[in-house]
């Protein structure tokens, strides 16, 4: 039997809605990954202009028709709350007429009475902006809410699975830095692999509790999804991949995660509150940094345990980690870490700031602390840590080079170089032509390593060009600093900042 699979995107809109920046693209990565061999979708896209009203609904209708095993349809775009009714506002929508309205949805894909087809329909409404221009009739027009799918779907109790999100005040939560909705980031994620369960198939439910657990960690507490509808037995989407997700545990089983969970926290608790203010500095902020990144290693595998992360006994430990973390990222110069002891602040940047550390030995480091008030974005730090990573794969004598890192308080050490950016020395006004040109030449070099390494520079500037004095008392550039950078291979992978 076939599976069928229909994705829409929809960046640009006729007259009346707001252009999006990643509709689109989430419908070409959605269409990339149904197709792959573990998953066997035969899919079709409509994007722009193809994605009319009558479009999807001939796909719906001839999908339900077909005897198809599995139906799944995707949408990414607007969504529409108005006085009519709720839609999925199409590319040829006007007024009285958004779109696709969600009960015609629903309606149309519950499969015919003594079917076995499957159905799921996931939506993907989370983007800023909203109508341009108000009904002339004086009909209300509003983005589509987290409430109005859910009520929807709980009036039609449909036989398909929905899972379906957008913002409830319609905050802005398209990334750039993603290339993709939120929503949509970490559907693709689980999709590829996170949400493979104990037997190496990603099911429905196995991609909204990855996904759920995603949306719930990121800045400003963006809404989880809703997961609504019915459906018979496993919907089993993809398989053969190697197992994430544990099996779900006998309920004492949880309990028991719960209480350690309490315990580890409580064992921090006590070693932080042993110190003075004074032996806090010398001795006390070593002691509980390592201490802390055993409990946050801890939670990272028992976050794996199937629906422990979604438990509210749970969430609340986890709360509390993020905040033990955020006070050990402000720190104070003359405070002894595991690398040595901290100097001062020589620098800043959007993932966080620099201080030079003195080594035991009296070598300096350079240490990238990541910023204490951002813990709750889990996307960034992915980014702050997947720049360490890729740091790490490179070796150029004009790119610094990384060392440790570690997660309480993320961060990581790096060469110290004692030496200032292009912007700073203005060389323009001291220096030789032909002394200016090496240093770009030096810096071309470096940048073509990375680029052979599938890392690309996105912040090329005199300020991320650091130069220091050689022995011969030429100016060299020594450092060529990457904060913005990304590998093509996974979007949003970012270098450090």
């Not at 197992?243 to 309990?255: C, F, M």
Request: hydrophobic letters at 35%; aromatic letters at 8%; a negative charge.
């Amino acid at each position: 039997m076939s599976r069928l699979a229909l994705v829409v995107g929809i960046n640009s809109y006729r007259d009346r809605w707001a252009t999006l920046k990643n509709s689109v693209n989430d419908a070409d990565e959605v269409e990339a990954v149904l197709t792959e061999p573990e998953y066997g979708f035969s899919v079709s896209k409509l994007t722009e202009e193809e994605a009319s009203k009558a479009a999807v609904l001939r796909w719906l209708v001839e999908a339900k028709n077909s005897g198809a095993e599995q139906i799944v349809f995707y949408f990414s775009g607007h969504g529409a709350a108005t006085d009519i009714g709720t839609f999925l506002v199409t590319h040829d929508n006007a007024e009285f007429d958004e779109g696709i309205s969600l009960n015609s949805l629903l309606s149309i894909a519950s499969p015919l009475p003594g079917s076995t087809t499957q159905v799921l329909i996931m939506l993907d409404c989370c983007h800023s902006g909203g109508v341009v221009e108000q009904s002339s009739a004086g009909i209300a027009v509003a983005p589509i809410r987290q409430d109005d799918i859910s009520r929807m779907v709980r009036q039609a109790n449909p036989a398909v699975v929905v899972m379906a999100a957008c913002t409830s005040d319609q905050s802005a939560v398209e990334k750039d830095n993603l290339g993709h909705g939120v929503f949509t980031h970490h559907l693709l994620s689980a999709l590829l692999g996170d949400a493979a369960d104990h037997t190496g198939c990603v099911t429905a439910h196995s991609v909204y509790d990855v996904v759920s657990r995603e949306m719930a960690g990121q800045e400003g507490h963006v809404q989880v999804p809703v997961f609504l509808g019915r459906m018979e037995g496993r919907l089993i989407l993809g398989r053969e991949f190697t197992p994430v997700l544990s099996p779900r545990l006998p309920e004492e089983d949880y309990n028991r995660y719960e209480m350690e969970a309490r315990e580890h926290l409580q064992a921090y608790h006590e070693i932080k509150a042993s110190y003075t203010a004074e032996s806090w500095r010398y001795e006390g902020y070593f002691a509980a940094s390592r201490k802390l990144e055993e409990v946050a290693n801890w939670f990272a595998r028992k976050e794996k345990v199937e629906g422990l992360s979604r438990r509210p006994s749970f969430q609340q430990s986890r709360h509390s980690l993020i905040r033990y973390q955020s006070e050990l990222g402000f720190v104070e110069s003359q405070t002894k870490t595991r690398w040595g002891t901290l100097d001062r602040q020589i620098g800043a940047g959007g993932f966080g700031k620099v201080w030079r550390v003195t080594k035991d030995n009296g070598e300096p480091l350079a240490y990238k602390l990541y910023h204490a008030y951002e813990l709750t974005d889990r996307e960034k730090i992915k980014r702050f840590r997947n720049g360490y990573e890729a740091m790490r794969m490179l070796s150029h004598p004009a790119i610094i080079k990384v060392h440790d890192y570690s997660e309480c308080p993320a961060g990581f050490t790096m060469d110290f170089i004692d030496g200032s950016n292009l912007r700073e020395l203005s060389v323009g006004t001291f220096m030789e032509q032909s002394s200016i040109f090496s240093i770009l030449a030096e810096t071309a070099e470096a940048i073509n390593h990375a680029h052979k390494h599938n890392v690309i520079h996105r912040d090329i500037k005199p300020e991320n060009i650091v130069c220091r004095l050689g022995e011969n008392g030429d100016y060299r550039q020594g450092l060529c600093k990457f904060p913005g950078s990304s590998n093509p291979s996974e979007v949003g992978a970012g270098w450090g900042g």
